[in-house]
């Protein structure tokens, strides 16, 4: 399993957050024995003083143990923390970031056109981007890219610079929005994303993109959002 050598996470952290991802599904049960040392350092491509380091930090967090004689032992579980809900109303979507409040860091800010695909809608003159990384207590889970039509962006730029977007958004009047879509694509992380959401190369990641559009169709919105994986759950009804 290829890991990062570009993020500024250390190597035997990655495996061991592999290790939690592997014990979370339940693809190490309880009272699994771990494969032995030079069998996940060949398969990580790495030293057994690395996979011990791993093992070390799991070991204590109370996750697995190491008998003598005996082997590594899965003895924990690992705490479920899926708490960010992929919403599919607009109005739950802009509560859901109200809610949480994220700590934004902004990463860059330019003039740009937008990546618009054709049955998005039309293009808006300019568009302000911003390309922002959102942490719930100190922790990132999502990374975004937002196209914002410049001249909505001009009405209140500090607002737009150090708020979420959406429930801004979702109050204006005008224009107001008249259609909002979204779709979610399951994928892995990338050497940008693994590093900006501090998760090992190639994780999976929840990929959504969502575009905005007024009453004349013109794309007042398009954001780009990668999540970590490990953090969102989808929860949706289905009509009998």
């Given at each position: 399993?290829?890991?990062?050598?570009?993020?500024?996470?250390?190597?035997?952290?990655?495996?061991?957050?592999?290790?939690?991802?592997?014990?979370?599904?339940?693809?190490?049960?309880?009272?699994?024995?771990?494969?032995?040392?030079?069998?996940?350092?060949?398969?990580?491509?790495?030293?057994r003083?690395?996979?011990?380091q791993?093992?070390?930090?799991?070991?204590?967090?109370?996750?697995?143990?190491?008998?003598?004689?005996?082997?590594?032992?899965?003895?924990?579980?690992?705490?479920?923390?899926r708490?960010?809900?992929?919403?599919?109303?607009?109005?739950?979507?802009?509560?859901?970031?109200?809610?949480?409040?994220?700590?934004?860091?902004?990463?860059?800010?330019?003039?740009?056109?937008?990546?618009?695909?054709?049955?998005?809608?039309?293009?808006?003159?300019?568009?302000?981007?911003?390309?922002?990384l959102?942490?719930?207590?100190?922790?990132?889970?999502?990374?975004?890219?937002?196209?914002?039509?410049?001249?909505?962006?001009?009405?209140?730029?500090?607002?737009?610079?150090?708020?979420t977007?959406?429930?801004?958004?979702?109050?204006?009047?005008?224009?107001?929005?008249?259609?909002?879509?979204?779709?979610?694509?399951?994928?892995?992380?990338?050497?940008?994303?693994?590093?900006?959401?501090?998760?090992?190369?190639?994780?999976?990641?929840?990929?959504?993109?969502?575009?905005?559009?007024?009453?004349?169709?013109?794309?007042?919105?398009?954001?780009?959002?990668?999540?970590?994986?490990?953090?969102?759950?989808?929860?949706?009804?289905?009509?009998?």
């Open positions: 399993m290829e890991l990062s050598s570009d993020s500024h996470v250390p190597k035997y952290a990655q495996i061991a957050d592999i290790f939690r991802q592997r014990i979370a599904r339940g693809v190490w049960s309880q009272g699994f024995r771990l494969p032995a040392n030079e069998e996940l350092a060949a398969e990580f491509g790495v030293s003083v690395t996979i011990r791993a093992v070390e930090l799991l070991a204590r967090d109370g996750v697995i143990e190491a008998q003598q004689g005996r082997g590594t032992f899965v003895t924990g579980t690992v705490r479920q923390d708490w960010l809900k992929v919403e599919t109303t607009l109005a739950d979507l802009a509560d859901m970031y109200r809610d949480t409040s994220p700590e934004i860091i902004n990463i860059s800010e330019s003039r740009s056109d937008a990546p618009l695909l054709p049955e998005d809608g039309k293009p808006a003159e300019k568009y302000v981007f911003m390309r922002r959102h942490s719930r207590q100190k922790q990132p889970y999502c990374v975004i890219s937002i196209y914002l039509d410049e001249k909505i962006f001009r009405r209140s730029p500090k607002r737009f610079r150090n708020e977007v959406i429930p801004i958004l979702n109050d204006l009047r005008d224009p107001a929005i008249a259609s909002a879509r979204q779709t979610l694509t399951i994928g892995t992380a990338d050497i940008e994303a693994a590093r900006l959401l501090r998760v090992p190369l190639n994780s999976p990641v929840a990929e959504v993109r969502r575009v905005f559009t007024a009453s004349d169709r013109t794309v007042i919105y398009l954001g780009e959002v990668t999540y970590r994986g490990d953090f969102v759950r989808i929860d949706m009804d289905l009509r009998p």
